[in-house]
């Protein structure tokens, strides 16, 4: 038994060494990405849910590893988080984010917003505020066609910074939305407090509404409480029609999802744009 154990633990002790190793080796790539011009930003369409018209794009970023491919941000942004690689990062994500932006509008897209994740580290970062207003002053695109998007848990902490700080952003003229409304807490009466424009309500109501009624019951509240507060609402991981009919049905504002296109590359984008907005 004894010497079970120890080939079971030896077993286990490699595996970690593995991980251990494997990790490493990742984290030491990140740290060279960037100025390896490794990270790529894909565009995936925000839908007007009446008109059907692109109103804008999240911008996600996605990882080009010279050898293991493909990277999802699952994958590496919590590993940046553990760093302070992540404000690097989220710099270059709001950079290139708004730079598209603008070329968007200069084609004639003038009315198209670009949304950009922000991440908990990013938002606590003193300079914040003013790193926005200088991207948008570099960029030249005007504030009213940037949200920013941050989870519900980072809006959670319990703070007066956190008004602040969303209060001057408000006064730049950026968009807040709260991303992954519904997974994190119980309390909603930030939404009250709070200068938020939209919740983006999310993926795991979107996928039962049509299946468990009770869930569909949730999304009507969720909608109807949104709207009595003045607020927007954008339904992610939206990926049948059915789903897109209960939305349209309920008066949910924007979705996004597979069923309308996943995050595209810039290029890809365009073409889309040209066929689903009116210039
Ligand atoms: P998120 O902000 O909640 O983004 C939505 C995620 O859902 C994206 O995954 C998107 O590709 C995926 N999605 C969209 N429609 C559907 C659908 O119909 N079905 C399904 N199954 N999934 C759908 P992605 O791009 O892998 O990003 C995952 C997460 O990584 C994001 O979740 C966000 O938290 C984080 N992330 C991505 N880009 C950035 C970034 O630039 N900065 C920061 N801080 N975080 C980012
Ligand atoms: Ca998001
Ligand atoms: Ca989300
Ligand atoms: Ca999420």
Redesign the pocket.
């Given at each position: 038994r004894a010497k079970e154990a120890r080939i079971h633990y030896q077993f286990y002790n490699d595996l970690m060494n593995e991980e251990t190793a494997e990790r490493l080796a990742l984290e030491q790539d990140l740290t060279r990405a960037l100025e390896r011009d490794e990270f790529v930003?894909?565009y995936?369409p925000k839908v007007d849910i009446a008109t059907g018209n692109i109103q804008g794009a999240?911008?996600?970023?996605r990882w080009y590893h010279p050898k293991k491919g493909l990277i999802?941000?699952?994958k590496f942004?919590p590993l940046a988080e553990e760093t302070d690689m992540?404000l690097q990062?989220?710099d270059w994500?709001l950079r290139t984010a708004c730079e598209q932006n603008k070329k968007w509008h200069t084609a004639g897209y003038t009315d198209l917003q670009i949304a950009?994740?922000?991440?908990a580290m990013?938002f606590g970062q003193t300079h914040l505020v003013d790193r926005v207003a200088h991207v948008l002053h570099q960029t030249g695109l005007p504030s009213e066609y940037l949200e920013l998007?941050i989870?519900e848990r980072v809006a959670m902490q319990e703070s007066v910074t956190v008004i602040e700080k969303l209060q001057q952003l408000t006064e730049l003229g950026v968009q807040i939305s709260i991303?992954?409304f519904g997974t994190g807490y119980s309390s909603l009466s930030y939404l009250v407090k709070y200068p938020i424009h939209a919740i983006k309500m999310d993926?795991s109501f979107v996928s039962e509404v049509i299946d468990d009624s009770e869930q569909a019951l949730v999304v009507k509240a969720i909608l109807s409480m949104a709207h009595s507060l003045g607020l927007h609402v954008v339904a992610?991981?939206?990926?049948e029609l059915g789903q897109l009919e209960f939305l349209q049905t309920y008066n949910c504002d924007e979705y996004?999802?597979?069923?309308f296109s996943?995050?595209l590359p810039a290029p890809e984008f365009e073409v889309l744009l040209a066929q689903h907005l009116v210039r």
């Amino acid at each position: 038994r004894a010497k079970e154990a120890r080939i079971h633990y030896q077993f286990y002790n490699d595996l970690m060494n593995e991980e251990t190793a494997e990790r490493l080796a990742l984290e030491q790539d990140l740290t060279r990405a960037l100025e390896r011009d490794e990270f790529v930003l894909h565009y995936q369409p925000k839908v007007d849910i009446a008109t059907g018209n692109i109103q804008g794009a999240e911008a996600l970023i996605r990882w080009y590893h010279p050898k293991k491919g493909l990277i999802p941000p699952d994958k590496f942004i919590p590993l940046a988080e553990e760093t302070d690689m992540i404000l690097q990062i989220g710099d270059w994500v709001l950079r290139t984010a708004c730079e598209q932006n603008k070329k968007w509008h200069t084609a004639g897209y003038t009315d198209l917003q670009i949304a950009v994740n922000l991440s908990a580290m990013q938002f606590g970062q003193t300079h914040l505020v003013d790193r926005v207003a200088h991207v948008l002053h570099q960029t030249g695109l005007p504030s009213e066609y940037l949200e920013l998007e941050i989870t519900e848990r980072v809006a959670m902490q319990e703070s007066v910074t956190v008004i602040e700080k969303l209060q001057q952003l408000t006064e730049l003229g950026v968009q807040i939305s709260i991303d992954d409304f519904g997974t994190g807490y119980s309390s909603l009466s930030y939404l009250v407090k709070y200068p938020i424009h939209a919740i983006k309500m999310d993926r795991s109501f979107v996928s039962e509404v049509i299946d468990d009624s009770e869930q569909a019951l949730v999304v009507k509240a969720i909608l109807s409480m949104a709207h009595s507060l003045g607020l927007h609402v954008v339904a992610e991981g939206v990926e049948e029609l059915g789903q897109l009919e209960f939305l349209q049905t309920y008066n949910c504002d924007e979705y996004q999802g597979y069923y309308f296109s996943r995050p595209l590359p810039a290029p890809e984008f365009e073409v889309l744009l040209a066929q689903h907005l009116v210039r």
